[in-house]
């Protein structure tokens, strides 16, 4: 992922407008995916360092070692880190890029879903379990089989039933995978093996996991998002294709798959009729935030909505270096997401 030019930012009138603050602001965390738990707001976010590794279009510059659960008693309440919920150096199949995780409780227990370079520089997805929201959490032996590429978010169904989405192109390797087993030629490119610009966009996938959420209960299927004629989005469809970064909320019934776009910076949204979809894209839902990344998830707390996002703000820009934030999202009338503008009267990307 490349460094965003961002020499015409001034950052004291970019703070001085952004929407919302840091969550926490002693260490540097992204990726967040907020639950309420017990009627509490647990964030499960990655935890960004600056490890010295090179920028490159593959991401190498994101090399996370660990994760921290940050905690909420409310909206309104402070962000309570809870320390280090699981190691790098204690995953025996992982070597490194503790990559967006994700958590789900069932039966008094805690998962805790999470991507990760293995020693053969393939992204894998583990899981690791606790009694406690916060952790620590004892990871799985190995990697969930058939898993493959990274950012994986686990939706609980009304009928007690899970599915995991999860995948990213680019530097998250899910183009590598279109036959089947993974395709390692052309190491160094995030671009070989795509799809032509004219052809049906590379999908998110899902899979429904076993009853103990150790393992795929299915093999992993397209999550297809639909235009307006009802075709599937194309590749070269780039502010609306699927990039990374899947999320799944119900409201009113109906299934809302959330994404970002990557490379032109939007978090959007495509509305089903069921966990498998199809979707039918319908909107933004964040506008580009200061850094290259976005990434979101979307929680219920009292009745409201709200987004969970983050931004390269506090670290005056720095793509690898991150900060979780939060606001309200509303849904109108008809069910339709109104757009987030992450700082008022300032396009990032101007
Ligand atoms: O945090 C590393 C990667 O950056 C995530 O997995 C992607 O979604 C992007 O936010």
């Not at 940050?70 to 150096?89: Q, Y």
């Amino acid at each position: 992922m490349p460094e965003e030019s961002i020499e015409h930012l001034n950052f004291d009138e970019l703070n001085s407008k952004a929407i919302s603050e840091p969550l926490v602001t002693h260490i540097y965390t992204a990726d967040p995916s907020a639950h309420l738990f017990n009627g509490k707001i647990y964030i499960y976010p990655s935890h960004d360092i600056d490890a010295g590794d090179a920028f490159d279009d593959l991401g190498s510059h994101f090399a996370m070692e660990d994760y921290h659960v940050i905690s909420m008693d409310t909206p309104a309440s402070e962000a309570v880190d809870n320390g280090i919920a699981l190691h790098v150096n204690n995953v025996p199949w992982a070597e490194k890029q503790l990559w967006a995780p994700d958590a789900q409780e069932k039966d008094g227990k805690y998962y805790l879903f999470f991507p990760a370079k293995g020693y053969d520089g393939i992204f894998k997805i583990g899981v690791a379990i606790s009694d406690v929201p916060t952790g620590p959490f004892k990871p799985q032996a190995e990697a969930i089989k058939g898993s493959f590429s990274i950012d994986p978010a686990v939706f609980k169904e009304e009928d007690g039933s899970y599915y995991m989405y999860f995948g990213g192109i680019w530097g998250g390797q899910l183009q590598r995978w279109r036959s089947g087993s993974f395709n390692a030629a052309d190491p160094e490119s995030p671009f070989a093996h795509l799809p032509a610009d004219d052809q049906p966009a590379l999908c998110a996938k899902i899979a429904k996991l076993t009853d103990d959420l150790l393992e795929f209960a299915e093999p992993a299927r397209d999550v297809v998002i639909l235009d307006e004629q009802g075709q599937p989005l194309l590749q070269g469809d780039t502010e609306r294709r699927f990039f990374e970064a899947s999320w799944l909320h119900k409201h009113n019934g109906r299934y809302y798959f959330s994404y970002s776009t990557g490379d032109t910076h939007f978090i959007c949204y495509a509305i089903g009729d069921n966990p498998y979809g199809p979707f039918t894209y319908s909107g933004r839902i964040l506008n580009p935030v200061v850094g290259w990344t976005s990434h979101h998830s979307v929680c219920k707390f009292s009745g409201e909505w709200y987004l969970f996002y983050h931004d390269s703000s506090l670290s005056k820009g720095i793509t690898h270096l991150r900060s979780i934030k939060m606001v309200r999202l509303i849904h109108d009338e008809n069910g339709f997401i109104k757009t987030i503008h992450p700082y008022n009267d300032l396009n990032v990307l101007a």
